[in-house]
């Protein structure tokens, strides 16, 4: 006897059977002795355990239950979606590395440009700018256009050397 016809011997015990398959099921015990056996088996079982079966009386109904259950459901899916629309509690100390580290990170950057861009134009000297001694004069020039400075020095006790000791002929054409 293989498991289909038990399956069908402990459903034709139990009524589930249609009337066709009850009638071949019929037809099989009037064959069959282990059929027959394992059905006798059945009932007797069937019969111990109704007998012996503890009655658990539920206080309210069946009905209740299943409507407790599908609200206790309905509650926590309603629950779900909310906790899926709050926005998230973002920690101090998380928040403080999100939004002040990048902004220190952008103001360093600045601090360090102004002070190259502070660096290079330090010597900035206004075109014509004097000093005078009495041996000594410079003039200062400063081109920002070609980032070139230009200092002239003259010595004065030169100049007057050689406005002396130069020859008035000298200059005369011949």
């Not at 059977?17 to 064959?31: D, T, Y």
């Not at 409507?67 to 906790?83: D, N, P, T, V, Y």
Request: hydrophobic share 40%; proline share 4%; no cysteine.
């Amino acid at each position: 006897m293989n498991q289909d016809d038990t399956l069908k011997l402990q459903s034709y015990l139990d009524g589930e059977l249609s009337p066709r398959e009850s009638r071949k099921v019929s037809e099989m015990l009037e064959i069959d002795k282990d059929a027959r056996a394992l059905l006798a088996e059945l009932k007797f079982t069937k019969g111990v355990l109704k007998g012996n079966e503890l009655e658990i009386k539920l206080p309210v109904s069946r009905e209740f239950n299943f409507s407790q259950i599908s609200k206790r459901i309905e509650l926590e899916a309603r629950q779900e979606e909310r906790a899926s629309r709050e926005p998230v509690r973002v920690p101090f100390l998380v928040r403080v590395q999100r939004y002040f580290l990048p902004l220190a990170g952008v103001a360093a950057a600045v601090v360090m440009l102004a002070a190259v861009i502070g660096k290079q134009n330090n010597f900035a000297y206004i075109p014509g700018e004097g000093e005078t001694s009495d041996e000594m004069s410079a003039q200062t020039f400063r081109s920002e256009s070609d980032r070139m400075t230009v200092v002239w020095l003259e010595d004065k006790h030169v100049e007057a050397a050689a406005t002396d000791s130069a020859d008035p002929d000298d200059t005369q054409v011949q």
